[in-house]
């Protein structure tokens, strides 16, 4: 995909490697947690993360904080941009940008929440934005285990800030977590010449 399509050199979209890790985990202000704590240290990340023991995909947010880096592609034809994973079993999401309610689809997902929700997304300028919605609770949404409900709402902004950088900035709110809404941000570097490495979580679990 590209941040337009009439600028040739954003047309393809390489892969983009995580290049600052979620501020938060450094100390930014995160709001309360609500009614659903979880208590988390090191030595139980690999015992208690969700995608370690059942290879689950990462989920949304998350999925911009993986080491294995992401790619964009454009499915002009169909309206929407797929999302790929370089990690855990190459899974993806779809961001949809035809205006279309953020219901799934009736034959798959119409009422099944997901690990990437109900996705629609936007143009605002250069940046794009991302609403979803209709998440499953089956993921951890940060490295760290950040708890979250079926009420995650997600706005996400992509912009990028100059051929090689991606800027990645989220707003959460979800009430059955967070005592109100919290944002944080971060950045992602192309690696030139770089490709989705052939990395499987069930080959690599050891």
């Known amino acids: 995909m590209g941040l337009k399509e009439e600028r040739s ?37 690999l015992k208690d993360d969700p995608m370690s023991l059942q290879c689950y995909p990462p989920g949304a947010l998350r999925q911009f904080s993986m080491p294995f880096g992401i790619q964009f592609l454009e499915d002009k034809a169909f309206n929407r941009i797929f999302v790929m994973n370089g990690g855990g079993n190459h899974d993806w999401h779809f961001i949809y940008t035809d205006g279309r309610a953020q219901k799934g689809e009736a034959r798959g997902n119409a009422d099944n929440p997901l690990y990437y929700g109900q996705a629609a997304g936007r143009w605002d300028g250069d940046t794009l934005v991302v609403d979803s919605i209709g998440f499953n609770e089956r993921f951890w ?7 979250h409900t079926k009420q995650l709402h997600l706005v996400e902004r992509l912009t990028r800030t100059d051929m090689d950088t991606l800027k990645y900035q989220v707003t959460i ?3 059955g977590a967070y005592t109100r809404p919290w944002t944080a941000s ?4 192309w690696i030139a010449g770089e490709e989705l490495p052939a990395y499987y979580c069930q080959d690599n679990r050891a």
């Open 9 to 45: 050199e954003c047309r393809d979209w390489p892969v983009w490697i995580v290049e600052e890790h979620q501020r938060c985990r450094k100390g930014c202000a995160v709001p309360n947690v609500g009614p659903r704590p979880l208590h988390l240290s090191p030595a139980n990340v």
């Open 173 to 175: 709110d979800d009430p």
């Open 186 to 189: 971060w950045t992602l570097q």
């Open 141 to 147: 949404f940060s490295n760290g285990g950040m708890p």
